[in-house]
């Protein structure tokens, strides 16, 4: 602070009067279920149909989540974070990862092994809000995680040599041999693994120490006397590289060329793959006490060139979740402070396969044309692999239509198929069979029957467990309880019922179940939506409408009597005389309106407060108090003085009057619509003593002069929202 001595006029700028913005953000939803593979309980966040695909793939043969997640975009959606639920291994349940091990190189004190495995690529997804220190400070650090699931057993994977660069090794001993000078250094580069080729003295494997591109020298880790050859004659050298190519559903997805053996190389395979592969992830398992540097790197057993196979052991862990598997779902999203809406549509799964589609009827024979028929053959074996380890067993029985010529074949015992006059081509096959998925895959049609069959992977129809009721009330509470170890998350449950066909009394018992709570709502009945899925929990289509209720105007705007898209009708009729039961208990009807399509036609929480009666008022005060909890942050540890309280106060005042503006406030006036008291009057000098600063708020969100009371205050050093 300045001390004035000299009397005079002094120019000081004035104290900033921070201004509050516009609300935070309520459109957010968080999904918790099941998906066919991406990261267990970890959020992703999503802005697309697409990109859900992308992540988690295709809707799982057994589920909701997909389509909720669906509904909720074609419904209005712009942004949701999805978290994938399973029971890992280490929880009792039976979920594993698909890996492919190298075979053992014996070591002191143990094995070497390369082990590649199924991974998702934590750099595809967005940061949660308060990501912590130490991943802020791991900037570009490469971070993976495990991507369990049946899914991973369609993986393969091949290694290859490759070679990076060819030069020559002029004649000339430099530095007794440890130095060669080469033509070119275009590709090579410092720990590369090189093969040495010199006439009479056949060919050798060298390390590549340094490299110095300005005078075209390469040293070496061994002299090249010591490897047997000559530096006065001429050497010819080429790298030994690695060439990886993964496959998913026998199509090559990636392609990694010229990756180096050496750990320390700047393209190794141990971080090129890390870092950049979408699918999976390489470790090389060592004995303890031994390090990658410790190992002699050009000997060709350490390396894992001609690794070739599926990837197995992967299982997608569902047959054991429970109530507390989604329970951790969503503690796992506390991180994220832009969720404002969250369903769990798995949590009332049936558990009962959707039916499967049928198969598309074969086109009739071109009569007009004179052509010869195809002549293309695919000979293929289908084979599978229930959950965990073990060996692949061949699957008899399964129907296989080319999708082009609607060509039919069935696997025989072995589980072999021969299916003939296709086109010479890559072909589109459809495998169906019950008890297992569905399976649409790419072939390369041969012009004859090639000696071996090509192996093809049908999954296993694994149905989930379903819940029992005392566990989804157990989690159907906790999401509209929203709390974060005693702190409040402001964030609203859509909750679903538990069963498609219940009927009014049985939705009335299930409500009065829930209790008395103001931050969440109950949706009623299941809605079908065709295309295979069935029926299925409303909530995504709620959250859908509900959000985009809150990007035109906000969430004082109610999302009741709006039509739902992507609804073709609803597991039990409602009328005006059921309706008029269920709506003054709080459960929120969805109906069918002749010429008005199908509509979400309720707007009540489950709570018996007058005050709390409808969602619109409840999220809009949810919102509010986040709002005012971010925004001024900036008052802890502030002198508690007049012109801090009189800046607090007009920036609620600003807060306020603009939501007025909007329409999310009733009153005509500023008076009628809300209060903001933050003076010394309440803020007398035995509360200012004990470092506390208090900010009366009132707000009028539906009637004038009705008010829902805030207390913003500070007490020590945190800020304190209280209604």
């Not at 000299?6 to 900033?16: D, I, K, N, Q, W």
């Not at 994977?157 to 070119?184: M, N």
């Not at 409040?488 to 018992?509: G, T």
């Not at 900010?695 to 009028?700: R, T």
Request: hydrophobic share 40%.
């Amino acid at each position: 602070m300045t001390t004035f001595l000299t009397p005079g006029v002094y120019l000081r700028p004035a104290e900033r009067v921070r201004p509050v913005g516009a609300l935070v953000r309520t459109d957010v939803a968080l999904f918790v279920g099941y998906t066919r593979r991406g990261p267990a309980f970890r959020p992703v966040r999503v802005e697309a149909w697409r990109e859900f695909l992308a992540h988690f793939g295709e809707p799982t043969a057994v589920g909701y989540l997909a389509p909720a997640v669906r509904a909720f975009f074609e419904n209005g959606g712009a942004t949701c974070w999805v978290v994938r639920v399973l029971r890992e291994e280490g929880s009792g349940g039976t979920a594993g990862t698909a890996h492919l091990l190298s075979d053992p190189v014996p070591l002191a004190g143990g094995d070497l092994r390369w082990r590649f495995s199924a991974s998702f690529n934590e750099a595809l997804l967005d940061e949660p809000e308060g990501m912590g220190l130490h991943d802020a400070l791991a900037g570009s650090a490469v971070r993976r995680t495990p991507n369990p699931g049946t899914w991973g057993n369609q993986l393969a994977l091949t290694v290859s040599p490759d070679v990076a660069f060819r030069t020559v090794h002029e004649p000339g001993r430099l530095e007794e041999g440890w130095v060669s000078r080469v033509r070119g250094l275009s590709g090579l580069h410092p720990r590369a693994v090189v093969r040495l080729r010199q006439e009479g003295a056949g060919e050798r494997v060298a390390e590549v120490r340094e490299v110095d591109r300005i005078r075209n020298r390469v040293t070496w880790a061994e002299p090249l006397p010591a490897l047997g050859l000559d530096p006065d004659r001429s050497i010819r050298i080429e790298s030994s590289d690695l060439l990886v190519r993964i496959a998913l559903g026998g199509r090559v997805v990636e392609e990694f060329r010229r990756l180096g053996i050496h750990p320390e190389h700047p393209r190794s395979i141990l971080r090129v793959i890390p870092r950049e592969s979408r699918w999976i992830d390489v470790a090389l398992e060592l004995p303890d006490g031994i390090r990658p540097s410790h190992l002699t790197w050009t000997d060709p057993s350490f390396w894992p060139l001609g690794l070739e196979g599926p990837l197995t052991g992967g299982a997608d862990g569902l047959t054991q979740v429970g109530a507390r598997d989604f329970r951790r779902g969503l503690a796992s999203s506390r991180g994220v402070d832009e969720i404002a809406l969250v369903t769990a549509p798995d949590l009332v799964l049936r558990a009962e396969p959707a039916p499967s589609r049928p198969p598309a009827p074969a086109p009739p024979p071109a009569c007009e044309s004179l052509e010869p028929p195809p002549r293309g053959v695919v000979f293929a074996r289908v084979v599978t692999r229930f959950e965990g380890p073990g060996e692949d067993r061949p699957v008899a029985g399964v129907e296989v239509v080319e999708a082009a010529s609607g060509r039919r074949a069935l696997t025989d015992a072995d589980g072999e198929f021969l299916l003939e006059g296709v086109d010479p081509e890559l072909v589109t096959l459809r495998l169906e069979k019950g008890g297992f998925e569905t399976l649409e895959v790419p072939v390369q049609a041969e012009p004859s029957r090639p000696a071996t069959p090509v192996s093809l992977f049908l999954a296993p129809l694994l149905v989930p467990r379903a819940l029992d009721p005392e566990e989804i009330l157990e989690v159907q509470q906790a999401m509209a309880h929203p709390t974060d170890e005693g702190t409040r998350l402001y964030r609203f449950a859509l909750l679903d019922p538990p069963a498609p066909e219940m009927d009014a009394q049985e939705i009335l018992s299930w409500r009065a179940r829930l209790g008395d709570v103001s931050t969440g709502a109950l949706y009623y009945p299941w809605v079908g939506v065709g295309g295979g899925a069935g029926w299925i929990p409303p909530s995504g289509h709620v959250a859908g409408v509900t959000a985009a209720a809150d990007r035109r105007e906000g969430p004082h705007r109610s999302p009741a009597n709006q039509p739902l898209a992507l609804v073709q009708d609803l597991s039990v009729q409602v009328g005006d005389e059921v309706q008029g039961l269920l709506n003054p208990a709080g459960v929120n009807c969805i109906r069918a309106f002749p010429g008005r399509g199908i509509r979400l036609y309720g707007t009540r929480t489950l709570s018996s407060d007058p005050e709390w009666r409808y969602t619109t008022v409840r999220r809009l005060v949810l919102a509010l108090g986040e709002t005012l909890e971010k925004a001024f942050q900036w008052a802890v540890f502030e002198p508690n003085d007049t012109l801090r309280r009189q800046a607090l106060s007009m920036s609620i005042t600003a807060l306020l009057e603009r939501l007025r503006r909007g329409g999310a406030l009733a009153g005509d006036t500023p008076d009628a619509a809300y209060r903001v008291k933050c003076d010394e009057d309440n803020n007398p000098p035995r509360r200012r003593d004990t470092g506390m600063l208090l900010a009366e708020i009132a707000v009028a969100p539906s009637i004038p002069y009705e008010f829902v009371v805030f207390r913003l205050g500070r007490s020590g050093d945190a800020l304190e929202v209280t209604e």
